[in-house]
Structures are given as C-alpha cells and as structure tokens.
DNA sequence: GAATCACTGGGCAACTTGTACAGTGCTGGT
DNA sequence: ACCAGCACTGTACAAGTTGCCCAGTGATTC
C-alpha cells in the first residue's frame, strides 16, 4: 500500500505542514524530484485527500461535543434524514450504523445549554424518532492518523 | 471571534489549500498583509491547528470504521486505559463519556474479522470491563467545520 | 537482452514568501 | 475636538521555492 518513505514524508509533514516540497527533500534524503513524485502519488490515490485548515471548533465558541445515537422511522430510508442533519452546522459527522440504533452523529454546541437546542434540532427532523446522547467530557486521544500510517508502511 | 473575512479565508483554503497567501489575497480582494495577518492571528488563536495531511484510513487499507463504546473499572481511573488505548494504532480516538458508558473509541480495521482482532486488544486492556461495539456502515455526512465557522462568522 | 520503472542531480524561468515601510481611515478614550 | 492605537493598503526587494525538463543509473520484469 505505502512504504517507509510515504510513511515518513506524511509524518513530516503532519510535524510541520507548512515546509514543502524541497524541504522535505533535505529531510529525508532523497532527491526533490522524488518528494515531488511520492506526494503526488499519495494524492492521486486518495490516500492524502488533501491538506485543508484543521479548524478547533472549541476556538470557535464550540466548546462541548457529544454524539447522539439516533433512531430513524423505516420508511424512507437514511438519506433524507442525513440530508436533513447535514443541512445542522452543529453536526459534524453523520454515520449510519449496526446495532441497536440507526445513525450516530457528532455534533458540537456552544455549551451545555446550546446543546439542548442542537438536540431539538435533531429531533425535529422529520423521520427520527428517538435519540440519545452521551456528551464528551475530555478527549485523551485526539482524532489521528499518524500511528496508522506507520503501521501500514511495508517496506 | 471571528469575521466574514476570517470565514472566507478559511473557507478558500478548505476548498483549495495549495494556493497560498498571494492568490488568497487575490480571491478575496484584499491586500496580501491582511491575509498573512489574519492567518498568523487564526493560527496563533489555535482556530486553525494546522495544514496537515488529511489520511484517508481507507485507502491504507483499513476499510471498516466502528465506535466502541467501553465500561472500565473505576479504581485506577481513565487516564492508565486512555494510554494503552492509545498504543494501539488501529484505535483513532478515545473521549470519556457521559451516560451508560465510560469512554467512546472510534476504530479501524482492515475489515470486518480485522476489526474482531482490533477489538480483542481493547477488551485485553487492563481496566477495560465491558465493550460494545456499533460499526459504521456509511459515512453520509464526513467530518467538518466549514458550516461551524461560517455560522461563528460575526461581521 | 530489452523494456520499464523509480530515483538522482542538475538547470532554468516564473513565481511566492518574508519582511519592511509609509500612508489612510476608523475607533475609543480623554 | 484631538490623539493614539489598530487594521488595512500598496509597494518594494532579496531570498527562496516551485514546476518543469532532461540525461544518466540501477533494479525488476518479461
């Protein structure tokens, strides 16, 4: 899939994004032309899908995640409902899911309270029945990739 | 908190985050300080984290996403789990909860049996009592802030 | 043996960055 | 009414980076 040279280019980059190509290139040892190619690759295949703005939404206001477990009526399926909650800022991921319940979304909310009101949403939307939620009070492992990609490099 | 310029800014880089300070400025109609102005002051502010590399799980192999949900044993607390959770590459983020459960993992696997051995290195860990498991079968909402900072965006 | 592929190392023009500085217009304080 | 502070503009310049191209090398495949 990727080997030890991707491995170490993403983690380069994950350290310090801004450095660039040639940067890199000095790095890692290996020629520009190199750097060049491989990042290319990795993008073309999807494997990077990009390097967009990594936005805290607690620096914005947004201080209180929690995911709500949600149960949709039969008819009419996930993607009108999934429609209607991306059309919610607050929610932030939609995923459909096994087990006892439907849908499971992460949202955000401006505190305790305001999360009330991003539920209320979610609950008016036409087609879920019940949802549930647990709220995250701390977050010891941040989102991440890094360890994944080390441990898929094959070299 | 943040402004209608701010929004913009964030989301041209979102769409296109190779294109850098100058054509920024260009797009957006102000002069190229102002853009390395208000990004030095994003950054600063911790509004944006980063430019890192988005890592598509998937594409390295690890196909299927699911949540876990774990009951711990309450001697010892959540932060010794928390580390040996976060030894295990697979597991992509752990939150401590609210409600039935203690803490709330989200996982990869290379497929639906990789994911059983993933799962067994959860239960294996020394705390770890209960496990539930709920696997993501779709994604129609990815994860996102654009809509957030845009309806943080105060002019 | 020939073809293919990834990598090296070099060169070149065009562009971008970091930085600085003077000028302008708005805001809040006194 | 006046001033200081602040953000923005527009300009300038040197240094660095990018995108692109090319010839040569070594490993792998057919």
Known sequence: MID???ARLIGLLDAEPRIGVLECSRRLG????TVQARLDRLQERGV??????EVD???????????VTLEIRQAGGHDPVAARLAAIPEVIEVHTITGGGDMLCRIVGRGNQD????IDLI??????QRTSTVIALATPVPQRTLPL???AARP
């Not at 939404?57 to 995911?67: E, H, N, R, S």
């Not at 609950?123 to 879920?128: F, L, S, T």
Request: hydrophobic share 45%; glycine share 14%.
């Open 30 to 33: 290996v020629a520009r032309g």
């Open 123 to 128: 609950v008016d939307v036409e087609g879920v």
């Open 57 to 67: 939404p607690a620096k914005l206001g947004y201080q209180v995640t929690a995911f």
């Open 48 to 53: 990077i899908r990009g390097f967009g703005p």
């Open 4 to 6: 030890d040279l991707d």
């Open 149 to 151: 990609v080390r441990a």
């Open 115 to 118: 999360l009330q009101r991003v």
